[in-house]
């Protein structure tokens, strides 16, 4: 009997998840599936999820931008690819990403911090994310000039597939990452390309110990 | 990659196709920490006199091959040598001085800061490159009239004015020079707007500022959108990112019911 109902609300929740174009928060779930209680809930997620690991399904359930979506699995991003060739977005450049991580650990920042901290003007840079919806302004600082303050938005976390921005490394996640990878003889390159040098292998460790900051890569084991 | 060659301050991005991929730093920290990390020097103890050297020998290559160096480059060229110059002079000791300060000092919490944020910039990178192996729907198709009210998106301050700078981009030039008197008020242009919207339940933003071809209504126009807006007479919604953008009108305060 209670088998037949915990069964009953996870068609309600994977009906929801699948019709909904954007990820639904837990709330949201909570009050559109009704007469249940979060641990319920919880359970009827989680008990989704294992059928969708068990039975091997194409697509599962990420937890990201601060709520619950399915999507299709890494391994099949070729074939789904070449059905969304045309509306696949342009990669962001690497200016692009240093402002954005920038932005991402310091928000709310105004751009003269930003163009401090990379030493060059952001002014187009700052254009485009603005425009692509990854950055959003939170409104002025109590400054001279009262410049405009930026932070990141869901957008973001969307694009990156962050469920919450502490899904991040944290600084000093980042500065081991870094004394780890410290000049050693088998680090330098001669193709020029410093930021190789830093990465590498590393950001390896850095998706594992992460943990949830990949919720695509980390069930598709 | 966008070479940071830019000097004025509202420069935009080069549009994609003209964008030439070069072995070309950002900026001169990212060149800085390059050169730290080719020749695997301790970035906490920095020898200046050689590192300024590669720096200015970067600078001199980058000019042989016609590339624009940024004002930027220049500017930490100069501080490079001041830094240099500053450990080459001996320091005044002074009586209150317990602690002798290093030159580079601020220069290596700068390069250490950034290559934090370059690191983070990696992670980014990663996270992108997971995400992007996955797919979730595709919004649906446009909703109907009905629906509307609960799809739609709010519309930023910044996305109307990029859509109004757009438009009048996009006028030519007036051909006629008409001198009138500008009787056109803020006022004056709410009432309008408040008018249309009387008749219509919506109207579509790029209509409206293109009502009267004059740049300077059409400027007008936009000010008293902004202030309807203030006073949460209208809202502006779309239905998509970039989409059309559609002006409604809110409830109506009770002062306003007879009108």
Known sequence: MTDRIISENECIV???????????????????????DPAGLRDVIAGLRQRYD?????????????????????????????????????????????TLAIIAYRQPI????????????????LKTLLQRNLLTIRGRKKAPGRPLLYGTTDEFLRYF????????????????????????????????????????????????????????????? | MIPSTSTSLYDTAPPPGYQVKLPLFEGPLDL????????????????????????LGYLQFMRVLQLDVAAEFMVMAATLMSIKSQMLLPQPVQAGDLLEVDPRQELIQRLLEYRLYKTAAQSLLEC?????????????????????????????????????????????????????????????????????????????????????????????????????????????RQKQAFGEIWIYRLAISPDEEHS
């Open chain 1, 110 to 125: 105004v751009r003269t911090d930003i163009e401090s901290i990379r030493g060059v003007n952001i002014g187009g840079v």
């Open chain 2, 32 to 55: 800085l920490l390059f050169l730290i990390q080719r020749d695997q020097i301790d970035i906490h103890d920095i020898p200046i006199s050689r590192i300024t050297e590669e720096y």
């Open chain 1, 54 to 98: 068990q039975y091997g399904h194409s697509v599962q359930i990420i937890e990201i931008a601060g709520g619950y979506q399915i999507c299709t699995r890494p391994r099949y991003a070729r074939w789904v690819k070449e059905l969304y060739r045309n509306r696949t977005t342009v990669r962001l450049s690497k200016p692009a990403l240093e």
């Open chain 2, 128 to 236: 992108e490159h997971h995400a992007r192996q996955i797919y979730t729907r595709p919004g649906e198709t446009l909703p109907d009239e009905a629906e509307e009210e609960e799809e739609l998106l709010d519309v930023s301050l910044f996305e109307l004015i990029s859509a109004f700078e757009q438009i009048i981009e996009s006028e030519p030039e007036g051909t006629t020079h008409d001198v009138v008197l500008e009787e056109y008020t803020v006022k004056q242009r709410s009432d309008y707007i408040l008018d249309l919207l009387n008749n219509d339940k919506k109207i579509a933003f790029r209509e409206l500022i293109r009502s009267d071809a004059r740049t300077t209504v059409m400027v007008v126009t936009f000010l008293a959108l902004l202030e309807l807006m203030r006073v949460h007479r209208v809202a502006v």
């Open chain 1, 161 to 221: 597939g962050l469920n919450k921005i502490t899904d991040l490394p944290t600084r000093e996640e980042l500065k081991s990452l870094i004394e780890a990878h410290e000049p050693t003889e088998e680090l330098v390159t001669d193709h020029g390309h410093p930021v190789e040098q830093i990465s590498g292998p590393a950001l390896g460790d850095l998706t594992t110990s992460g943990g949830s900051a990949h919720p695509g890569g980390s069930s598709s084991g």
């Open chain 1, 14 to 36: 994977e009906a929801l998840l699948f019709a909904s174009d954007h990820p639904l928060s837990f709330n949201k779930l909570l009050t559109l599936v009704g007469n249940i």
